[in-house]
């Protein structure tokens, strides 16, 4: 039986960094790497970067999901009385 080699820190870091750079530019190249996010709203977030945060405990993520929620409804709301419901959900 041949001997296993041992795969080192460095040479499985370097292996991922190139998996994520030939995939990204793969994804660029193709033009399948882009957002619909306008240049206000990227400085807007980028601005309050700082404010936000990942829920840490169960009070959280309830408080979370109740928002989501409620932008939800008032987004199907706001869709309904436009007109322009054809969302499945």
Do not use: C
């Amino acid at each position: 039986m041949p001997k296993k080699r041992k795969i080192t820190k460095k040479a499985a870091a370097i292996a991922v960094v190139s998996v994520f750079l030939i995939i990204t530019s793969i994804g660029m190249l193709t033009d399948n790497w882009q957002n619909d996010m306008t240049k206000e709203e990227y400085l807007l977030h980028y601005n309050y970067m700082g404010s936000y945060g990942h829920p840490t405990d169960a009070k959280e993520f309830r408080k979370l999901n109740e928002q989501f929620s409620s932008e939800k409804k008032e987004e199907v709301l706001k869709e309904t009385q436009n007109g322009s419901s054809n969302k499945k959900f």
